[in-house]
């Protein structure tokens, strides 16, 4: 369930005294994770989902949302303090996976926090309904080059669940 690896998420942020500022939501899915957000404090939350099903979705529960591709983003250099990227890489080839890790960095602010969370179990990721691949650790932290990560974990929904969940400090 997408609420509670987003509050997650949040407690991590909060434990890295990350309160508030730009926050992107790139692969926002339905937008209860972007809500989540918002209830919890952080006011410039904005949304961006390549579905179309998605963004209808995220309108019916109040959350504007817009049309992207992860790949490349309409966004300018440097504009998100936080930039959420939960269970969407699985969902590119490697290539374009890696293209949008380039895209991440680029739109976030030196000192920002990218958050990034993939299926920990390769079996059942690649299981899951339109996933293209498994990243482990070790593909995010190339993905991710030179970043250093600040928190490290795994959210689990019930056994055999589990996310492996990465926040990188961007000290580009």
Avoid: W
């Amino acid at each position: 369930m997408a609420n509670s690896r987003y509050l997650y998420l949040i407690n991590q942020l909060h434990d890295l005294n990350i309160y508030d500022g730009v926050v992107i939501d790139c692969g926002c899915g339905e937008g209860n994770g972007s809500n989540l957000l918002l209830e919890n404090g952080f006011k410039n939350v904005y949304s961006f989902d390549i579905s179309e099903e998605a963004i209808i979705a995220c309108k019916k529960i109040g959350i504007e949302t817009k049309k992207a591709d992860i790949t490349k983003m309409p966004l300018r250099d440097d504009i998100a303090d936080i930039f959420i990227c939960s269970e969407t890489l699985e969902h590119l080839t490697r290539q374009n996976s890696r293209l949008a890790a380039a895209e991440i960095k680029r739109v976030c602010k030196r000192d920002g926090c990218i958050c990034v969370t993939v299926p920990e179990n390769k079996e059942m990721c690649l299981k899951g309904k339109g996933h293209k691949q498994y990243l482990s650790k070790q593909d995010l932290l190339d993905h991710f080059f030179p970043l250093e990560i600040a928190f490290e974990g795994i959210f689990c929904k019930k056994p055999g669940k589990c996310n492996l969940v990465l926040i990188f400090i961007n000290d580009k």
